[in-house]
């Protein structure tokens, strides 16, 4: 399923032009377009190729052709059909693209604010579920280690680290990237306050691309864990291993319950007696705080992550 944002239009373009521009071809101001008139014979690109040019009635280094565009991005980029095949809009994984996600839901209804418990699309089915404020869309798996796998109908795999995780970790300095392709278990390193954490996605797949803007803007992660944050994306290798039991649906919703309460827990026996600045780690009414990693020292950092998001939980 391609973007429904991509547009197509005809272009002309000059064959040996050392700069390929395009001239839409239905644009009120193509008459300023001298290549398919007489005048192309002042052109000093053609003068230097063509010596009899009484034959032609237009430059005959004048091409026609279809292109793709985006009709959200502020900057038209025309991209021809014979490497349209190559781009992330013809597929499904336009729904990852910044211009898609800034207007995606538009039919959406209902509460939908932080603590709201559910919201709905039109026809009344549950979209996504929020859980102490948590979002947890009902369209993705997701691992005990709080990672997210989204299935398209086309094959293609997409993942990421949830909203549990970005609420706990909070903003990540830096993402450096371990498994880049091949048949792996996507694996990322996040610095978080000074300290590289590992993320590992349990089940073996296809790596066939990465989301390398996070390296310029590694915030996107946890500000956007399920959008312009994703990570990895793959595709079932053919011969695919047993796998990790994932969580999906109502499954998923009474695993994330339980995972809050048991934060909540591990904070009050683990950490809280732990103060940084004075800033204890409790929230009122004894929830944990967003952000907590940044209130940890190194050695209590390691502990949190190693209990909710170690490949080894």
Same mark, same amino acid.
């Given at each position: 399923?391609? /973007?429904?944002?991509?547009?197509?239009?005809?272009?002309?373009?000059?064959?040996?032009?050392?700069? !390929?521009?395009?001239?839409?071809?239905?644009?009120?101001?193509?008459?300023?377009?001298?290549?398919?008139?007489?005048?192309?014979?002042?052109?000093?690109?053609?003068?230097?190729?063509?010596?009899? !040019?009484?034959?032609? &009635? *237009? /430059?005959? #280094?004048? *091409?026609?052709?279809?292109?793709?565009?985006? =009709?959200?991005?502020?900057?038209?980029?025309?991209?021809?059909?014979?490497?349209?095949? #190559?781009?992330? /809009?013809?597929?499904?994984?336009?729904?990852?693209?910044?211009?898609?996600?800034?207007?995606?839901?538009?039919?959406?209804?209902?509460?939908?604010?932080?603590?709201?418990?559910?919201?709905?699309?039109?026809?009344?089915?549950?979209?996504?579920? #929020?859980?102490?404020?948590?979002?947890?869309?009902?369209?993705?798996?997701?691992? #005990?280690?709080?990672?997210?796998?989204?299935?398209?109908? +086309?094959?293609?795999?997409?993942?990421?680290? +949830?909203?549990?995780? =970005? &609420?706990?970790?909070?903003?990540?300095?830096?993402?450096?990237?371990?498994?880049?392709?091949?048949?792996? &278990?996507?694996?990322?390193?996040?610095?978080?306050?000074?300290?590289?954490?590992?993320?590992?996605?349990?089940?073996?797949?296809?790596?066939?691309?990465?989301?390398?803007? %996070?390296?310029?803007?590694?915030?996107?992660?946890?500000?956007?864990?399920?959008?312009?944050?994703?990570?990895?994306?793959?595709?079932?290798? !053919?011969?695919?291993?047993?796998?990790?039991?994932?969580?999906?649906? &109502?499954?998923?919703?009474?695993?994330? !319950?339980?995972?809050?309460?048991?934060?909540?827990?591990?904070?009050?026996?683990?950490?809280?007696?732990?103060? %940084?600045?004075?800033?204890?780690?409790?929230?009122?009414?004894?929830?944990?705080?967003?952000?907590?990693?940044?209130? %940890?020292?190194?050695?209590?950092?390691?502990?949190?992550?190693?209990?909710?998001?170690?490949?080894?939980?």
């Amino acid at each position: 399923m391609k /973007c429904p944002f991509l547009k197509e239009t005809r272009v002309k373009f000059c064959q040996v032009s050392p700069i !390929k521009k395009f001239i839409v071809s239905d644009q009120e101001d193509a008459e300023v377009e001298k290549c398919s008139t007489p005048s192309w014979t002042n052109c000093p690109v053609a003068q230097q190729r063509i010596k009899e !040019k009484g034959q032609y &009635k *237009q /430059c005959p #280094f004048l *091409q026609e052709s279809f292109v793709q565009y985006c =009709s959200l991005s502020a900057i038209t980029k025309f991209i021809p059909y014979n490497e349209a095949p #190559f781009s992330r /809009c013809t597929n499904t994984n336009h729904r990852y693209c910044e211009h898609y996600l800034s207007i995606e839901n538009p039919d959406t209804t209902g509460s939908t604010g932080p603590t709201a418990s559910i919201k709905k699309v039109n026809d009344g089915t549950i979209k996504e579920y #929020f859980i102490d404020g948590i979002r947890l869309p009902q369209k993705l798996q997701y691992s #005990f280690n709080h990672m997210w796998m989204d299935v398209s109908e +086309d094959g293609l795999y997409h993942i990421g680290v +949830d909203a549990f995780l =970005s &609420k706990v970790l909070g903003p990540v300095e830096a993402i450096s990237f371990i498994t880049t392709k091949g048949v792996e &278990k996507p694996t990322a390193i996040l610095r978080v306050n000074g300290v590289d954490l590992e993320v590992v996605f349990p089940i073996q797949l296809l790596i066939t691309g990465l989301n390398s803007y %996070l390296r310029a803007a590694p915030e996107k992660l946890t500000a956007d864990p399920y959008g312009a944050g994703w990570l990895f994306e793959c595709q079932r290798p !053919k011969n695919p291993d047993a796998g990790t039991k994932l969580f999906k649906g &109502k499954e998923a919703v009474q695993w994330m !319950k339980l995972e809050t309460e048991r934060l909540t827990k591990f904070v009050h026996a683990e950490l809280s007696q732990s103060k %940084l600045e004075g800033k204890i780690l409790m929230a009122d009414g004894g929830v944990s705080i967003d952000s907590l990693a940044s209130y %940890l020292n190194r050695d209590e950092l390691y502990k949190l992550f190693h209990a909710f998001f170690s490949l080894h939980v």
